[in-house]
């Protein structure tokens, strides 16, 4: 006779399976295969390799130095570009070159202020500013308003690692707001005392609803004192934003950001079409942008990757159309953003769109702010240049070291490879990193199968690539040839 069903589920869930020690651990001291297998950019998974975790600080430390002097503080006094690109150097190939990964750090970077020490002043408040990486769906954004209502969204949901660790940004945001706020209705002695607490500990109190709750009780201020400080610094900043549908809910709610848009998506605002059309253009430029500088923000970065999922899909007429809203909303209609001069954009565009782009670009008047002519695109780009062996395997490096023991003698080298070893990899993946780290997945794993002993030599990597097994897929490089929608490229 079978067991109750309940007791069945008790021991299921009392009972942890035991996990066999891994033969990547018994030939190699490696925690698991530290390569991704598919080595595309997934932010919503918790695996390390392909959210953006395991990151090389080196790889691209010329590219991110330059987008730090042309988007966040130059070197001289001019002010930061408005708009630019972020592109491949003609040299570098195509597709699988890191711009979702590079974009990824760009937005950690601009959202925890950490830039090496390249301002010469850390806290210079320029630098306080919120960055959104956002990743647009064939045929889901065509539409402006679903540009935006993607913003909010990725807002509400993204997630950055910064100190004390993994968290998700929206409760960073709300926490800024709440440490600006209590600073206007404390008195100087219990601000000092806050002020003198532990960081993570204050961190914790003000990114917590609930902890931040226990906080207020204790220095006896109600929800409406910080509502009200809210109300006044709104009215300093924009008078007309008090009207905005997004401040009301702000304000309405404990004057927090991620309360007000899970409100929203309740009610079912978030999803409407014909609220966003009407109104979300406004609830970013008089809503959103006066709430994130009352935290005390210079600036919010739109981060938009892979600009051509929303081209290759638009008619023409869908395509001017929204590159006209976003010249208008972003940079000229009267708002509060505009007049702060509070919106960044970066475009990841491939390697081809500029040919396609450049007409419906300058019909619209985009090229006044941003000139995308083939001799003057590079001034307001940023160009991933093309990889070494040096660079990839220093970017390998990375990805071993993750899964390896703090104390393993081999921290810092190729092992479980022979040095050059994995050249031939390198070559036959045209030095693109993501077929690289492709290659070096699938060779460890046969290499583990076979129970090959470190080091695995040159002679082994070049068996397995003659046997053509496991090549990655050859991806097109021109946009031409990416899946599009019945509608041409262009209209010229």
């Known amino acids: 006779m079978s067991s109750n069903i309940f007791a069945k589920k008790r021991k299921l869930l009392s009972e942890q ?22 080595a595309l950019f997934v932010s919503a998974t918790n695996d390390p390799r392909t959210n953006g975790e395991i990151y090389d600080r080196e790889f691209r430390l010329e590219e991110e130095k330059r987008f730090f002097e042309r988007f966040v503080l130059p070197p001289t006094t001019d002010k930061p570009l408005p708009i630019g690109f972020l592109r491949l150097d003609p040299q570098a190939g195509g597709r699988g070159n890191g711009k979702s990964t590079f974009l990824h750090h760009v937005m950690v970077r601009v959202n925890t202020a950490s830039w090496r020490d390249w301002p010469v002043d850390p806290d210079d408040p320029r630098l306080s ?7 647009p769906e064939p045929r889901k954004q065509n539409n402006f308003f679903e540009l ?17 660790g993994r968290r998700r940004l929206v409760h960073k945001i709300d ?21 003198a607490r532990p960081a993570a500990e204050v961190v914790a109190d003000l990114e917590s609803p609930d902890l931040f ?10 929800p409406r004192i910080l509502a009200d400080a809210a109300r006044k610094r709104l009215q300093a900043t924009s008078q007309s934003s008090l009207d905005n549908d997004f401040v009301k809910g702000f304000l309405a709610n404990g004057a927090s950001i991620e309360a007000v848009w899970r409100e929203w998506l309740g009610n079912g605002w978030a999803a ?3 609220r966003w059309k009407r109104s979300g253009a ?48 972003f940079y000229e209609q009267d708002s509060a953003a505009v007049r702060m001069q509070f919106l960044t954009t970066v475009l990841s565009i491939h390697p081809s769109i500029e040919t396609y782009l450049k007409n419906p670009w300058a019909r619209v008047g985009l090229h006044q702010l941003a000139p995308i002519a083939p001799d003057e695109i590079k001034r307001i780009s940023v160009e991933l240049g093309k990889s070494t ?24 080298t190729i092992y479980p490879f022979a040095p050059g070893a994995l050249d031939p990899a390198m070559l036959k993946a045209r030095l693109y990193p993501r077929d690289t780290l492709r290659y070096a997945h699938a060779i460890l794993r046969k290499a583990t199968s076979d129970g090959v002993p470190a080091p695995i030599d040159l002679a082994y990597v070049k068996q397995f690539l003659a046997s053509g097994a496991e090549a990655p897929p050859e991806e097109e490089d021109e946009i031409s040839a990416l899946t599009a929608s019945h509608t041409k490229l262009s209209d010229d």
């Open 272 to 274: 409407s079409d014909h």
């Open 148 to 164: 935006l209502r993607l913003l909010f969204n990725t807002l509400y949901r993204a997630e950055i690692s910064s100190p004390p």
């Open 175 to 195: 926490g800024e707001i709440r440490a600006s706020l209590l600073l206007d209705v404390l008195p100087e002695e219990k601000a000092e005392e806050l002020s």
């Open 129 to 135: 500013a919120v960055a959104i990486h956002l990743l």
């Open 389 to 412: 062996p040096e660079r990839l395997t220093h970017l390998l490096v990375t990805y071993l070291d993750y899964f390896r023991a703090e104390d393993d003698p081999d921290r810092g």
């Open 282 to 329: 406004r609830w970013l430029t008089d809503g959103l942008v006066p709430v994130l500088m009352i935290a005390g923000y210079r600036r919010l970065f739109v981060l938009l990757d892979e600009f051509e999922k929303i081209y290759i899909y638009q008619t023409g007429r869908k395509r001017e159309e929204f590159l006209d809203l976003l010249r208008q909303v």
């Open 17 to 38: 399976p035991a996990i066999p020690e891994s033969p990547y651990f018994t030939l190699y001291r490696l925690r698991e295969n530290p390569f991704p297998s598919m």
């Open 213 to 222: 709750a226990v906080l207020l009780k204790g220095l006896g201020i109600g």
